[in-house]
């Protein structure tokens, strides 16, 4: 069977799901020290309420730096598998890290988006999702070839298990809806670097 035929072509067929369920559904697959990367915006807020690991880095400051941070992070620990987590506004300001990653080949990383079409923590003006942009086409326009929008909660975790067993690199689109994440971020950028380090073994 191919990689897409349990997953839908276009973003207005995936199934609108909640960040929270689906980043708690990630956390509890996570048994080898993963790295996980939350992007700002509610992305790193649900992150963070699925429970702290010290292997979490939460990027509280700009747009679009999870996929860079992320392969970074997987090109210095090549073992390691790697997840960056990213909200629809903040790729569209780094699309070009969709470009770079493929031209990788980066097999240990994996890309969710989280795809509420809106700033959300801003306001919830809209994004350009919400006008037709499908970033699960754009990764494959990239070189993404392995990327697809999560169908449902099942799709999620199918993907997420391939992700983990399989040579990637990979991206996930998810529909999500606009509910507020439970808990915030702790604001401590040099306690969450510090613990980050610690969780990868290499703090100083
Ligand atoms: C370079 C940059 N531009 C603008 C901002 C202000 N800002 C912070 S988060 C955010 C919205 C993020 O949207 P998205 O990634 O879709 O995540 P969501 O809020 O929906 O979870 C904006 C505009 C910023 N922090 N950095």
Redesign the pocket.
Known sequence: MSFAANHPTGREQAKVLN?FDITTRLVARLTHEEAVIG?????N?DLWGAGQRPQNFYML????LAVPIALGVALAQPRRRVFAL????????QLGSLATVASRGQKNLAIVI???G?????G??A?LTAQGADVVAIARGAGLLQSAWAADEGAFEELIDLALREDGPWLIGCRID?SKPAQTTDRDPARIRDRFMSGLGVKR
């Open positions: 960040r992007g700002i915006g509610y992305t807020f400051g700009s747009m679009g990213e909200g629809d506004g903040s790729i569209l300001m989280m795809d509420n809106a700033y959300q923590i801003t919830g003006q994004t606009t």
